[in-house]
């Protein structure tokens, strides 16, 4: 079955649509301002800020280009689509989502208490994650971009900083599992009031790869 495009875009209180070929069987709005979708399609959203908690089957991938597209509650992703996030934000809150692939072009990942779990490896390649990123499945920056990673993450994976930066703030931004930097740079970029240099510990194992790793130290000393 052919996907569908649907663009979904707040203008004050209303909601301007373009659907692509599977017609408008592919999108519904009910009465709370759910929105689900059932055909096999992908989904862009390019406004302001939207809510998604209806259960969503549609299995064509999730993408956020501008605006927020927030959850209002856990599990309304497909858990075989995808997610694309680039330029916009997509805010977990305080619900879990678990998907099958992660990707950061640019824009951020937001979150309170609710964790994003990728079933294939999380494709970091800029923007920001302030979500907490969960699961079994490595965290890989590709790249040259820069992503910063503030959340108290708990993926058992591997941290691969294949290309690029990745920026942390306190060393619970690197999950549980080992760190492996190999043609990228690892940069630790906390600030405090202190008038002694700030220190961190680090629970990770970090491997070196043969094409070469930066560790770089921002802020060293408090500000």
């Known amino acids: 079955m052919q996907s569908a495009k649907i663009e979904i875009e707040f203008v004050t209180h209303s909601l301007a649509v373009g659907i692509g ?9 009910d009465n709370q301002d759910r929105i689900v979708l059932s055909q096999p399609c992908w989904y862009a959203v390019i406004g302001q800020a939207i809510s998604l908690s209806g259960l969503n089957t549609y299995d064509g991938g999730t993408t956020v280009t501008a605006g927020t597209l927030l959850l209002g509650a856990s599990g309304v992703l497909n858990d075989a689509s995808s997610l694309t996030v680039d330029g916009g934000t997509f805010n ?16 951020t990942i937001a979150g309170s208490t609710g964790s994003l779990t990728s079933t294939l490896a999380f494709d970091l390649r800029a923007g920001t994650v302030s979500a907490i990123l969960a699961g079994s499945a490595n965290v890989v920056k590709t790249t040259t971009g820069l992503v910063t990673l503030s959340g108290t993450n708990l993926f058992t994976g591997q941290l691969q900083v294949n290309a690029g930066t990745v920026a942390f703030t306190d060393s619970a931004n690197l ?11 690892l940069a630790y970029v ?31 000393f408090a500000t």
């Open 92 to 107: 977990l809150g305080t619900f879990n989502e678990t998907i099958n692939q992660v990707v950061l072009s640019s824009g």
């Open 175 to 185: 999950g549980a599992g080992s760190v492996s930097i190999d043609g990228g740079t």
């Open 21 to 29: 070929p599977q017609g408008a069987d592919s999108f519904q709005r």
């Open 190 to 220: 906390g600030t405090g009031t202190q008038a002694v240099p700030v220190g961190i510990t680090a629970a990770q194992n970090v491997a070196f790869g043969p094409t070469g790793a930066t560790l770089n130290v921002a802020n060293r």
